[in-house]
């Protein structure tokens, strides 16, 4: 069984860059598609960005295309988003998931394993 772990949440403000982390233990996370969900206040959670086993394959919300970037280091076991020019909308509970597929799933049916979540607070 697998488990991940996000990091790297905190406050900044309109304009600025944030990574955050998502470091699996457990098992590899290599054979699994992973995707970075987020839930603002008051709003269902949505799938921000997702990756493939292999990181050929991405995809990103309308949201957030442009601005934000997944990438995976399986060396690390080690998921990552980079955001950048965050703006206030982006304040949210960001989640790393695992799928038990390696597929791209833009959905959330296949992911099985599930953080805690990180705090995103972007103030202006």
């Known amino acids: 069984q697998v488990e991940v772990v996000e990091s790297g949440g905190g406050v900044v403000q309109v304009g600025a860059s944030l990574t955050l982390s998502c470091q699996g233990t457990g098992r590899t996370l290599s054979r699994s598609a992973m995707g970075w969900f987020r839930r603002a206040p008051g709003k269902e959670r949505e799938l921000a960005a997702a990756?493939?086993?292999?990181?050929?394959?991405?995809y990103y919300s309308d949201a957030v295309k442009g601005r934000f970037t997944i990438s995976r280091d399986d060396a690390k076991n080690t998921i990552y988003l980079q955001m950048i020019n965050l703006e206030p909308e982006d304040t949210a509970v960001y989640y790393c998931?695992?799928?038990?597929?390696?597929?791209?799933?833009?959905?959330?049916?296949?992911?099985?394993?599930w953080g805690q979540g990180t705090q995103v607070t972007v103030s202006s």
């Open positions: 998931a695992a799928s038990r597929m390696g597929y791209l799933d833009t959905t959330s049916n296949s992911y099985g394993y």
């Open positions: 990756i493939d086993w292999s990181g050929s394959s991405t």
